[in-house]
C-alpha cells in the first residue's frame, strides 16, 4: 500500500494559496471600495456646490443688469412721467427698447424684459409698447403689482416659467413704487448646467425653493410641482451641502443638496446605489479575474512542485521501503499495524543509517584498497624510499600497475595558467583527469612502452614511462612522441594547455628518483619557453657566460633610465632586460631574484639622487614578491615590475618639483629683502626675469613662505621705514622714497595699517622711550 503524502501536501499547499489569496483580495477590495465611494461622494458635493455657485452667479449676474438699468435716467423718465401722444416720446421709447434689445442680446439667460409704469398704465418690451389692458398676455403683470409681498425672485406656475420682479424705486415698498420689472429667466439655462453632474442623464437633479416647490428641472413639466421623498425632506431642513442616505424598495439613494444663500433655494441630486456601484464594476472585475488567475497559478506551481520535488521523494520513499522490508534470510520484518511491506518511519530511518554506515566502511575498506596501494608505492618510488624493483613489483602488480624492470623516463606535467582556475579543488579535479587520459593513452603502445601516472602534488602529476629495450634514441623518442600525443590530447578534451618535463633516462630501478627531479626542474623553464611546451634537456642547454655579462649590463642601463626619471626609456631598458634573460634560459626563481634586485637597486639610486621621505617605503615593494611568484608568462612580470619602477619615478619627479620650487621662492625672498627700496619691484618683472608667469610665481611664493608677495614687500619696506623713523632725522616723505614708496598717501596708509599709528606717533613713542 503506497503513502499518499504529496497529494495531501499538495491539497494543504492549494488551500493554503487559494485561502491566502482570496483573504488578500478581499480585503483590498473592501478598502478600494469604501475609499471610492467616500471619493464620489466628496466629488459629487463638490460638483453640486460648484454647479449652486454657478446658479447663484447667472441670478446675481441678472440682478445686477436690471438694477443698473434703473439707475439710468431713461428709466426714471419712463416710470415717473405719464405718455405723452408726441413723437418725442414715441423717440424716447425707440430708445429705451433698443436698451432693453440690448440687454437681451448681451445676456442669453433672459428670454425677456418688460417694464410697467403705474403713472402711465403702460408696459414697454423690446418688441413693443402698449398699455397694459390693451395686451392680455401680459395679464399677469397686473397680478404682481396687486400683490403686496412678492418676492424678489418668483415664478408663474401656469406657464412654468422663472421671474426676476423689480420694484422702481428699488428701495420702495410695493405699494408705493412707480412700477415694477420683470424679467423672464430662459428656462433651459439653470437645467442645462445639471449636465456636469456624473448621473445627470436620469432628470434627477431639482432646483426647489424653501417650500419643495421645483423652480428648475430639465423637463419643464416637473416645474412648480412640489418634490417629495422622505430624504428630500429632511434635505430641505438642512443648511450649507451634504447629503442624505435613504433606503427604498428599489435599493440605497444618496439625496445630495447644497443650499444657497443669495436666492434662499437649495439644489437637490438624488443618486442611486446601483450607479455609485458601476463605477467599482471594473474594479470587481479586475480583481475577480486576478484572483482567478493568482489561484489557478498557485494550483500550476503547487503541482509542479509536487511533481519535481515532492512525487520523486514519496516514490523514493516507497522504493526504499519496499527494498527494506524484502525477507531477510528465513525471517520476513513487520510493518505498521501488524502488515507485512510496510515499514515504519523509524524503522525506515535505522534501516537507512544502517546501509549508510556499511557504505561507509565500504568505501574506507575501498580507499585502503588498489588506489591507495597504488598511490603509496608510486610515492615510494618517486622520492627514493622503494629502490628494488623486486619488492615494488608485487605491490604494483596488486595495485594492477606494469612496468619493466630496466630503461626508465619520467614525465612531469603541470597546467598552465593554474591561476584561472575556481580553485584548487577543480585543480585536482584536472589533474586527476590528466593522470587517468595519461593511461589511457599508454594502453596503445602495448608491452613496447609500459607505464604509470600519479599525481605528485596538488599542482603536478608524474608518468613513470618503462621500456622492453634498452635503445636510448627509441626510447627518447617514443616518450617525445608519447608526451606530444599527450599534450595535444589535454587540450583536445579539456581545452586546457599543459607544460610538461622530459627528464633523462634511468638505466635502473633505483634511478627514477633522480630522473624525476630532473623532469620536474625543467618546467622552473616553462616561463622562458612558454605555454604549450614539451621541455627537454636538450632544448635548454647551457647558460652563456656572455649573455649573463649581457644581463648585468641591461640592468645598468635600466637603472640609468630609471635616475634620470625617463618613463619610455625605462620601459625600453626593461623590455631588453626580459628579452636578454629569456635567451640565457634564467628558470624563475632566477628571473623572481633578478626582478627584485632590480626594483632594490632602482631604490638605493633614487635615494642617492634625490633625499627620500624616511618615514615612508617605496610603493608596492612589500607585495612585490608575491605578485612575482603569482606570475606566469614573462610578460605579466614584466608589467609587475614596470608599474612599481613608474611608481618610483613618478615619485622622485614629484619631490625634484618640490625642490626646485622651494629654491625658486628662496630667491624671491632674497631679491625682496634686497631691493625692497626699488619702487618699480613687482611680481610681473620678477616672473619675467624667471621666465614663469606672475599667477605660478605668486602661487609658490605663498605656499613656502605662508604669505603673499605684496604683503612680503610691504612688510620689508614698513621694517626698515621704522629702522630710519628712529635712527635718523630725515622728514617723512624723504624716508617713503627712500624704502621704495614713490606715492606718500600709500606709505602713510600701509604704515598706519601695519603698526597701528602713524609715522609721527610712532617716532615720538619710540623715540621717547630710547631716550629715557
Known amino acids: 500500500m503506497k503513502r499518499r503524502i504529496s497529494r495531501k501536501v499538495q491539497l494543504i499547499y492549494i488551500g493554503l494559496f487559494v485561502l491566502v489569496i482570496g483573504s488578500m483580495l478581499a480585503l483590498h477590495y473592501i478598502g478600494t471600495v469604501r475609499q471610492l465611494e467616500k471619493q464620489m461622494i466628496s466629488s459629487n458635493q463638490n460638483v453640486l456646490g460648484q454647479i449652486n455657485k454657478r446658479i447663484d452667479s447667472m441670478l446675481q449676474d441678472i440682478d445686477l443688469t436690471i438694477l443698473n438699468m434703473l439707475r439710468t435716467p431713461g428709466s426714471a423718465t419712463f416710470f415717473e412721467q405719464g405718455a405723452p401722444d408726441t413723437p418725442e416720446h414715441y423717440l424716447f421709447v425707440s430708445g429705451l427698447q433698443e436698451q432693453l434689445s440690448s440687454i437681451l442680446g448681451a445676456n442669453f439667460n433672459m ?116 418634490i417629495a421623498g422622505e430624504a428630500a425632506e429632511q434635505a430641505l431642513t438642512q443648511n450649507g451641502s451634504g447629503y442624505v442616505p435613504e433606503r427604498t424598495a428599489a435599493g440605497k439613494r444618496y439625496v445630495f443638496y447644497a443650499h444657497s444663500t443669495y436666492s434662499g433655494w437649495k439644489l437637490l441630486y438624488a443618486v442611486t446605489g446601483q450607479q455609485l456601484g458601476a463605477t467599482t464594476l471594473t474594479l470587481r472585475y479586475i480583481l475577480g479575474g486576478l484572483a482567478l488567475f493568482m489561484a489557478m497559478l498557485a494550483v500550476v506551481a503547487t503541482r509542479f ?49 544502517e546501509v549508510f554506515h556499511g557504505y561507509t566502511d565500504a568505501e574506507r575498506r575501498l580507499r585502503e584498497g588498489r588506489p591507495a596501494l597504488k598511490l603509496q608505492v608510486l610515492f615510494e618510488v618517486l622520492s627514493g624510499a622503494r629502490t628494488r624493483f623486486e619488492t615494488a613489483q608485487p605491490l604494483l602488480e596488486q595495485a594492477g600497475v606494469r612496468l619493466h624492470a630496466a630503461t626508465y623516463i619520467v614525465l612531469t606535467i603541470a597546467y598552465d595558467n593554474q591561476s584561472r582556475l575556481t580553485g584548487m579543488s577543480d585543480l585536482h579535479l584536472y589533474l586527476y583527469a590528466l593522470c587517468n587520459v595519461a593511461e589511457e593513452l599508454l594502453q596503445s603502445y602495448g608491452d613496447e612502452m609500459l607505464g604509470v601516472a600519479v599525481q605528485t602534488s596538488g599542482m ?138 632590480v626594483v632594490l637597486k632602482a631604490m638605493h639610486a633614487i635615494r642617492e639622487d634625490v633625499e627620500a621621505d624616511k618615514h615612508g617605503d617605496q610603493p608596492g615593494f612589500g607585495e612585490l614578491p608575491g605578485s612575482l611568484e603569482s606570475c606566469e608568462t614573462l610578460r605579466e612580470m614584466r608589467l609587475t615590475v614596470e608599474a612599481v619602477l613608474l611608481r618610483m619615478i613618478a615619485r622622485m619627479e614629484e619631490r625634484r618639483s618640490r625642490s626646485r620650487t622651494g629654491e625658486l621662492a628662496e630667491a624671491v625672498l632674497a631679491h625682496l629683502e634686497a631691493h625692497y627700496a626699488d619702487s618699480a ?65 600709500s606709505f602713510l596708509r600701509n604704515f598706519k595699517k601695519s603698526c597701528g599709528m602713524t609715522p609721527t606717533e610712532y617716532r615720538a613713542l619710540h623715540g621717547g622711550q630710547a631716550r629715557s
Open 111 to 226: 428670454k425677456s424684459v418688460m417694464l410697467y409704469a403705474k403713472r402711465s398704465d403702460r408696459v414697454l418690451t423690446a418688441a413693443g409698447y402698449a398699455r397694459l389692458s390693451e395686451a392680455p398676455e401680459l395679464a399677469h403683470i397686473k397680478t404682481l403689482v396687486e400683490q403686496g409681498r412678492i418676492g424678489k425672485w418668483t415664478g408663474l406656475p401656469e406657464s412654468r416659467e422663472l421671474l426676476l420682479v423689480r420694484h422702481y424705486p428699488v428701495n420702495a415698498a410695493p405699494a408705493d413704487s412707480s412700477g415694477l420689472i420683470a424679467v423672464r429667466i430662459n428656462p433651459g439655462s439653470i437645467a442645462a448646467m445639471f449636465d456636469d453632474l456624473q448621473f445627470s442623464d436620469s432628470y434627477n437633479v431639482w432646483l426647489v425653493d424653501r417650500q419643495g416647490v421645483v423652480i428648475a428641472h430639465k423637463d419643464a413639466r416637473m416645474m412648480y410641482e412640489t
Open 305 to 353: 512542485v509536487n511533481s519535481r520535488w515532492f512525487a520523486p521523494m514519496e516514490s523514493l520513499i516507497d522504493r526504499i521501503e519496499e527494498i527494506a522490508a524484502r525477507p531477510s534470510g528465513a525471517g520476513h520484518t513487520a510493518g505498521i499495524g501488524g502488515l507485512p511491506g510496510r515499514l515504519g518511519y523509524t524503522a525506515l530511518q535505522h534501516r537507512i543509517e
Open 460 to 597: 603536478q602529476a608524474a608518468i613513470i614511462l618503462s621500456f622492453g629495450t634498452a635503445d636510448a634514441s627509441r626510447n627518447n623518442e617514443l616518450a617525445l612522441g608519447y608526451a606530444h600525443a599527450l599534450r595535444d590530447c589535454i587540450a583536445d578534451i579539456f581545452k586546457r594547455t599543459i607544460s610538461i618535463g622530459v627528464g633523462r633516462g634511468a638505466d635502473a630501478f633505483d634511478e627514477i628518483p633522480d630522473a624525476y627531479r630532473s623532469s620536474a626542474r625543467l618546467l622552473d623553464y616553462k616561463i622562458v619557453v612558454g605555454d604549450h611546451a614539451v621541455i627537454t634537456a636538450g632544448e635548454i642547454g647551457e647558460r652563456d657566460r656572455h649573455r649573463l655579462i649581457a644581463v648585468f649590463g641591461a640592468v645598468d642601463s635600466l637603472l640609468e633610465a630609471v635616475r634620470q626619471g625617463h618613463e619610455a626609456r625605462t620601459h625600453e631598458r626593461l623590455e631588453e632586460l626580459f628579452e636578454l634573460a629569456a635567451s640565457t634560459q634564467l628558470t624563475k626563481d632566477m628571473i623572481v631574484q633578478l626582478c627584485l634586485q
Open 681 to 745: 619691484i613687482s611680481v610681473n618683472q620678477l616672473a619675467e626675469s624667471y621666465r614663469i608667469s606672475p599667477n605660478y610665481l605668486s602661487t609658490i611664493f605663498k605656499e613656502h613662505t605662508g604669505r603673499n608677495f605684496v604683503d612680503t614687500l610691504i612688510q620689508l619696506r614698513i621694517a626698515a621705514a621704522c629702522n630710519l623713523l628712529l635712527e635718523t632725522p630725515l622728514k617723512l616723505n624723504e624716508i617713503a622714497l627712500r624704502v621704495g614708496y614713490t606715492n606718500f598717501s
